[in-house]
């Protein structure tokens, strides 16, 4: 039987229902509802149980869902049951504010080094890593197995870089740099461009 292929938008929202639902259970709440879900969020309640309703059966019908277990199960879904160590590319302001950021620990990542090409960087400790040689980048990331890399290197350095975390064995890139990469197929990237979701919020002003 075929593998079900679930649309990429609708795995775009599972982890915006999972940090909701972590939101609901440090409240103190053991059930939700579609409806309540729907309204904190600004989606339909008939669409977020289309969504879930690809995944199996998680509530029934008046009764909700229990938080513990969705949580669970949406964890499951998305891999982060267990811990990824990521790697971050750029010494600059964002790449050190990612080393330094304490909220990936419970979200089921872990920044494990940071890379720079920069001498006067290289060797200097942020958020508690020192910074490695970029020239090294490839045999270290091979080595430690990291599969996640954040890149936050300037645009015109960025394809070259890319292609050297493919090379290392890296499969997904969270990519800072405003530029759309040329990958193979199976390499997932993301794109973080604050300008562009700016631009996207003033069309609305």
Same mark, same amino acid.
């Given at each position: 039987?075929?593998?079900?292929?679930?649309?990429?938008?609708?795995?775009?929202?599972?982890?915006?229902?999972?940090?909701?639902?972590?939101?609901?259970?440090?409240?103190?709440? &053991?059930?939700?509802?579609?409806?309540?879900?729907?309204?904190?969020?600004?989606?339909?309640?008939?669409?977020?149980?289309?969504?879930?309703?690809?995944?199996?059966?998680?509530g029934?019908?008046?009764?909700?869902?229990? /938080?513990?277990?969705?949580?669970?199960?949406?964890?499951?879904?998305?891999?982060?049951?267990?811990e990824?160590?990521?790697?971050?590319?750029?010494?600059?302001?964002?790449?050190?504010?990612?080393?330094?950021?304490?909220?990936?620990?419970?979200?089921?990542?872990?920044?494990?080094?940071?890379?720079?090409? &920069?001498?006067?960087? /290289?060797?200097?400790?942020?958020g508690?890593?020192?910074?490695?040689?970029?020239?090294?980048?490839v045999?270290?990331?091979?080595? *430690?197995?990291?599969?996640i890399?954040?890149?936050?290197?300037?645009?015109? &350095?960025?394809?070259?870089?890319?292609e050297?975390?493919?090379?290392?064995?890296?499969?997904? /890139?969270? &990519?800072?740099?405003?530029?759309?990469?040329?990958?193979p *197929?199976?390499?997932?990237?993301?794109?973080?461009?604050?300008s562009?979701?700016?631009?996207h919020?003033?069309?609305?002003?």
């Amino acid at each position: 039987m075929a593998e079900k292929v679930i649309p990429d938008i609708v795995v775009a929202r599972l982890p915006i229902y999972l940090r909701t639902l972590q939101q609901l259970k440090a409240e103190g709440r &053991n059930i939700t509802l579609s409806q309540e879900l729907g309204e904190m969020l600004g989606i339909s309640a008939a669409q977020i149980r289309k969504d879930l309703s690809l995944f199996g059966e998680f509530g029934k019908q008046g009764t909700g869902y229990n /938080i513990s277990y969705l949580i669970d199960r949406l964890c499951e879904i998305l891999n982060v049951g267990k811990e990824w160590e990521v790697a971050v590319i750029g010494a600059g302001d964002i790449g050190s504010a990612l080393v330094s950021y304490q909220g990936f620990a419970n979200r089921g990542f872990r920044v494990n080094m940071i890379f720079d090409k &920069n001498p006067e960087k /290289i060797g200097t400790k942020l958020g508690g890593f020192f910074v490695k040689n970029s020239d090294d980048l490839v045999e270290t990331i091979r080595s *430690s197995e990291i599969k996640i890399a954040m890149l936050t290197v300037p645009a015109e &350095n960025a394809q070259e870089v890319a292609e050297k975390l493919v090379e290392a064995g890296v499969k997904a /890139i969270l &990519n800072y740099a405003p530029i759309y990469l040329k990958l193979p *197929s199976d390499i997932r990237v993301q794109y973080i461009d604050p300008s562009v979701h700016l631009q996207h919020m003033t069309y609305y002003l």
